[in-house]
């Protein structure tokens, strides 16, 4: 079955490109909720909660492309590198997932197509920029819980970064210069090119300014705190120069 990404404005002019890697809870019906509850399938384990309307909203603001998996990252996390034990995870978050065992060769590829339907999406966006000479800087898009194993989170958002801080330190300063709320740096995540895969291979290799952000779910749940942060996240974006 064809689960294609969703690409919202791909002409758009402005400088930046939106990635929503984790951006839907959706599991083909012939892989039967994975064995799992809609309440399960309603958890952070199957997506970023509000991270897509986050994404839709900042799109808008800078008439910039985005591009959204619509497959839960239960199925295959496309945030992965290939080798990752967690591709497609037996266990997330304590939780078994009981249609991730003992997959077939088969099972596997069709996993695997989707994940390369999404970069592929994501290369042709780029791609496309670069025969015109547009600009580009890649933003990654997630959101985190407000909790995990027992330890509170107290960053509202968070920057993932690597060796390029060249856009990281602007907007962390940005984000902090009202001192009116809790931001990580690299806090609870770090971008590891070990693990994360959207960054590392869509703006490392081309050396592309990039960004990744975490909003705590609680913050950007309903569309109103979505608009919220979206537009603070924009702020400092746009005083990062």
């Known amino acids: ?41 309603a958890r952070h384990i199957a997506w970023d909660i509000g991270a897509a309307g986050v994404t839709k909203v900042l799109s808008d603001m800078f008439d910039a492309p985005a591009i959204l998996c619509n497959i839960s990252r239960l199925v295959i996390d496309c945030n992965r590198q290939l080798n990752a034990v967690d591709l497609i995870p037996e266990v997330s978050d304590a939780t078994g997932i009981p249609g991730n065992l003992h997959l077939t060769d088969g099972a596997k590829a069709t996993r695997l197509q989707w994940f ?22 890649a933003i990654s898009i997630h959101s985190m819980t407000p909790s995990l194993g027992g330890k509170s989170r107290p960053w509202q958002i968070a920057l993932s970064s690597y060796l390029d801080r060249r856009l990281t330190d602007p907007v962390l300063a940005a984000l902090r210069l009202p001192n009116d709320v809790v931001v990580g740096d690299n806090q609870p995540y770090d971008l590891d090119p070990a693990v994360d895969y959207s960054i590392p291979f869509h703006a490392f290799r081309r050396g592309m300014q990039h960004l990744q952000v975490e909003f705590r779910q609680d913050e950007i749940a309903a569309p109103s705190g979505q608009h919220q942060w979206a537009v603070r996240f924009a702020q400092a974006l746009v005083l990062s120069g």
């Open 116 to 137: 390369h339907d999404y970069h592929n999406a994501v290369e042709s966006v780029l791609l496309e920029r670069e025969l015109r000479g547009v600009e580009t800087i």
């Open 1 to 41: 079955m064809l689960i294609a990404p969703r690409i919202l404005l791909p002409q758009g002019s402005g400088r930046f490109v939106f990635l929503c890697d984790h951006a839907s809870n959706h599991i083909p019906a012939e892989l039967n909720n994975l064995g799992l509850t809609e309440f399960d399938l």
